[in-house]
């Protein structure tokens, strides 16, 4: 097996790798701060589609709600709903807490993968605990952090939107499809640039395998 990256470990195995300057090495770890990130997966939802000088026709897709992020870092760009898990909290706990407060609903989060994640501004690395839920209840509501928003994971099928990966942190589209497709993943990406044009230097993503 290839070398892992610091901070990655278990049984992986390598799904993604890159990098945009070999030269540059992983940044040091010092030190994790803990964070979530929680998406609603819904596989299989039935829509009806007016088919024109035909009839109604009933399609399965793959929908996933995201959730648009109206203030801070990372403002405009699409992602799964959370942020830092607090003091006496569990990782779980939180996301759910974090869900709830900029989404207004509530969901049987499931572990789905882990995302390291480094840059220039902040000397810590961001460990994010990923969840996925196939279903929630409550009212998706729009809050002061996050706008909520639908879209689709199989696209040929449906007028809701495609998942919008231009407008995601740059590396996600190689996680994402790991997430929907229940397979759990780790990963790292290192950023370099200033914190509203910062981009990915180095990158690995693998899946993890039963022990
Ligand atoms: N999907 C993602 N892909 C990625 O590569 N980095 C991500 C990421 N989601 C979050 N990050 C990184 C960048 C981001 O600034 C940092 C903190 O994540 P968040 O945006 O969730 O935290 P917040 O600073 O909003 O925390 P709170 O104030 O507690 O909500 O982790």
Known sequence: ?????PGITGNVKRFLSGSQKDALQWRQIKTLKHYTNAFVVQDGKVRSLVVPFLSTA??????????????GWGIGKYNGFGGKVDQGETPLEAAMRELEEEAGIQAPLEYAGTLIFLTDDVEWAFHIHIYRADSYTGTITESEEMKPEWFSASPDTTDLPPIPFERMWETDEAWI?????KKTFIGRADFVGPKDQSKPYKWWYGTVEDS
């Not at 097996?1 to 990256?5: I, V």
């Not at 793959?62 to 109206?70: A, C, E, H, N, T």
């Open 58 to 71: 009933h399609i399965k897709e793959v929908q996933i709600l995201l959730g648009m992020k109206k203030r």
């Open 177 to 181: 499809p790991l997430l929907i497709s």
């Open 1 to 5: 097996m290839d070398q892992l990256p």
